[in-house]
């Protein structure tokens, strides 16, 4: 019997041995290159957003990119030991492309893993020398149609051994046979293995997956009704097959709960200033108040950052000190921010309102 590994729930369930972009990815320690809004192919499900879509943009995690050097420094500040490139179609910009893999493999190393998800329609034997030339570790195909197929049969399968390659597709709702399709296709073929991705509903997808009759799931998040349990269906089918292909679901709720709070934790660690302190939820809590009043505070505080008339002050040395806390009662807050480059602000309470004990501190 093929073993299941992981768990189905939220951080995803598999059947063999995982790509290596995933198990990366698993831990936090992949960051996210967003070659090109401009895409060829106009999917129904396309989640990705209206600011990002149809626009030749590049971002890396959260962070517009103009420059190699903003790049690297975001890469360096999460930490991350490779990274996936993805769009819109990158192969659009295929000079871009061959341009980033250089420049990651040559600042960090050559293990700097990168792995690339593209519909492969546009993919030539001369364009895929040439990505592994530079680097290229893994190559992930979304067959969009049977121009997608066809390019994959012929031209991909030719560098089988030379590169990790795989497909990887969003489990749609009823699709199972198609699914169970790809997959024989790609045993058959010798590819690694065929990635299953919970269909994500997204502000940008809604009505398009409403009009073909899909449902938001109201158990699920962020998620189309029934795409878990076709991925599942699928799950079950590989393992009483016994195929020896890698098949592996990653739900919707992955990238929240794991995916960017571990690289959020590895950020702040990284990039935490004295007067912030980190969550498990890879969040920072700092303490904003005004010049005025921390002039008059009665104990001088070390781990503080004034900027103009604001004043930032470390959460961790405030509320463990009772009277410095009734001091700024009415004169202060408690703000939650992202450690992203410029902190995102997510929440900000009046520090008499804030409730430490919804929140587990890891680093002061």
Partial sequence: ???LWGNCGDFGCWVGELPTGCKLCKKGLKSVVFLTGLCS????YCPVSNERRG????????ELVNNFDELISEVKACGSRGVGITGGEPL????RLIQVIKVLKENFSTG???HLYTSGKQ???SMLKELVNVGLDELRIHPVDEV?????KKVITKFVGSLSLGIEVPAIPGRFEWLKGLVLMANDLGLEFVNMNELEVSESNVDELIMRGYRPSAERFMSAEGSHETALRVIEWVMNEGLSITVHYCPA???DRYQYRLRMILRGLNTKRPHEALTTEGTLLYIRTDIRTYISLSKELRKVCIKGNNVYLNVCDVLNDESLLKELVGRAYVVEAYPTKVRRVLNEVPIEDFNANEYVVMRC
């Avoid at 626009?55 to 959260?62: P, Q, S």
């Avoid at 997608?148 to 994959?152: M, Y």
């Fill in 92 to 95: 659009l910009r295929f000079s």
């Fill in 1 to 3: 019997m093929v073993k």
């Fill in 112 to 114: 700097f893993h990168i």
């Fill in 41 to 44: 192919e106009s999917c129904f």
């Fill in 253 to 255: 709720i992955f990238k």
């Fill in 123 to 125: 993919l030539t034997e």
């Fill in 148 to 152: 997608s197929i066809k390019v994959l």
């Fill in 55 to 62: 626009r030749d943009v590049t971002y890396i995690n959260d």
